[in-house]
């Protein structure tokens, strides 16, 4: 059975997408990128969520310390606990995913 390759989005691609379509540089696309980023991540520190409309919502949920467990050797040891990050797609953006 062969393996389907899949393709994932790099944020080099992102940066080239951006700079194709606004007519800026590829040096002045990536570095407006990495800014937005920094904001969100420091928007999420702050309030703990962030919505961006037409898109969908990323909350900041806190994971409590719990046993985990080695399935090659059965050994048990502790997993910290640590905050993660949930997204959840609007409306809008899974009816333009499924529907076009």
């Not at 393709?7 to 540089?25: A, H, R, Y």
């Not at 994971?63 to 467990?69: D, F, L, M, T």
């Not at 399935?71 to 910290?80: G, S, V």
């Amino acid at each position: 059975m062969e393996k389907i390759k899949r393709e994932n989005l790099k944020k080099k691609d992102i940066s080239k997408n951006i700079s194709l379509k606004s007519g800026v540089s590829l040096s002045y696309a990536s570095r407006f990128l990495d800014d937005v980023i920094v904001t969100l991540i420091s928007g999420l520190k702050i309030n703990g969520k962030l919505k961006i409309n037409k898109f969908g919502s990323f909350k900041t949920r806190l994971k409590k310390k719990r046993i985990g467990r080695n399935p090659k050797n059965n050994q048990t040891y502790e997993i910290d606990s640590r905050k993660t990050v949930s997204f959840k797609a609007s409306d809008f953006l899974k009816n333009k995913i499924n529907n076009e």
